[in-house]
């Protein structure tokens, strides 16, 4: 999924330290990272090459050029030739369910924009570290729609709801520190350091042991779902097979 003939390719997947870290890259700096339907299959083809490599325990998820991603590209909006196939390839290509059910750990080094649905890429990694320059927004509800990439599902979840509310009603600009202030980043690096930094704390990860990497990441993910007591048992079974 790297370059071939022809235009570059949208999305970029290469392995590094033996294959235990994997690094995707948007791909599309003219259109400062614009999700389209060539970046969506290539994304996906990404994914489920981490998914499918055993030897892959953490995901660096980055944007080439000025911007991590600034969401849907607005020139393909309502271009698909019938909503019924477009629907059902949507659900055909599962992208963000993959890219939050994956065993790996994901990282995301957001610089730039970070808009509606490149915002909420965001949102779906594990962690996320922030140059200083980046900027965080979801329009969608200004424009007649609401966040579509997960994120009526994240952000209360990071955030709880009076604050998710806050920020998608609004649409307001969040500045890097500010993002880092309520959750949304763990970290605000200089743009300079934010490549290092992201593959420094993937090669932490990559580090320990798999097994546990995935039983701690099913024992939040799904725990949250469910009540507490229902979490602590999941733990429980969790911790006992380790």
């Known amino acids: 999924m790297g ?11 290469e392995l590094i330290d033996d294959g235990r870290v994997g690094v995707i890259t948007l791909n599309r700096p003219e259109r400062l990272n614009a999700y389209d339907i060539t970046m969506r299959d290539g994304l996906y083809e990404a994914l489920l090459a981490v998914r499918d490599d055993p030897r892959v325990r953490a995901v660096i998820l980055r ?9 849907g590209d607005v020139a393909e909006f309502g271009s698909a030739p019938s909503a019924v196939r477009a629907r059902e390839v949507r659900w055909l290509r599962d992208v963000w369910g ?11 080094a ?9 915002f909420e890429m965001a949102l779906l990694c594990d962690q996320s570290i922030a140059a200083s320059n980046a900027r965080f ?10 966040p579509g990439v997960g ?21 307001r600009w969040l500045e890097a520190r500010t993002a880092a202030r309520l959750g949304l980043v763990s970290r605000v690096v200089a743009p300079s350091r934010l490549a290092a930094a992201a593959r420094s704390l993937a090669r932490r990860v990559a580090g320990l042991d798999h097994a546990a990497l995935k039983a701690l990441k099913r024992a939040i993910n799904d725990g949250l779902d469910q009540p507490l007591e229902g979490g602590l048992a999941l733990e429980r079974r969790l911790a006992g097979v380790l």
Do not use: K
């Open 3 to 13: 370059e071939r003939d022809g235009p570059p390719a949208a999305v970029l997947y």
């Open 137 to 146: 927004s979801l329009p969608e509800t200004g424009m007649g729609m609401i």
């Open 151 to 171: 994120g009526t599902q994240t952000l209360p979840r990071l955030l709880g709801t009076g604050r998710a509310l806050d920020v998608v009603l609004t649409g």
């Open 98 to 108: 993959t890219l939050w059910q994956l065993p790996a750990i994901t990282i995301a």
């Open 63 to 71: 944007g080439n050029g000025r911007a991590f991603c600034t969401g």
């Open 110 to 118: 957001v610089h730039g924009y970070a808009v509606g649905g490149g």
